[in-house]
């Protein structure tokens, strides 16, 4: 399932690029709530760095950056798939540079 939002989000990015973002928004927005749909089916639950990178994507969609919107989901994906190990240690710096911003 991840693999075919993979394919989705990579489609509608090349697709955009080449006929531009304007109007697209609600495109965008679709992909985004398949996406996060697609990676709470797959574990159960929304892990803390896909939850950031989706985070990203919604208010980069806000803000009417179409491409970082989906750049953020793409990356959501990718991350869902890293090892445990790799994730742990991602989730941490997370963390810490959450603590470094405040």
């Not at 693999?3 to 531009?20: I, N, P, T, W, Y």
């Not at 990203?56 to 750049?71: D, I, Q």
Request: glycine share 8%; with cysteine; aromatic share 6%.
């Amino acid at each position: 399932m991840r693999s075919e939002m993979r394919v989705k989000l990579d489609f509608l990015m090349e697709q955009l690029s080449a006929e531009g973002y304007t109007g697209h928004q609600d495109r965008v927005a679709h992909l985004l709530a398949q996406c996060r749909a697609t990676l709470i089916r797959a574990t159960g639950h929304l892990g803390p760095w896909e939850a950031q990178q989706l985070g990203v994507a919604e208010r980069a969609l806000a803000a009417n950056f179409l491409r970082l919107a989906l750049v953020a989901a793409q990356n959501a994906l990718a991350i869902s798939h890293l090892p445990s190990d790799e994730y742990d240690y991602g989730v941490e710096s997370l963390g810490a540079a959450r603590g470094q911003l405040t």
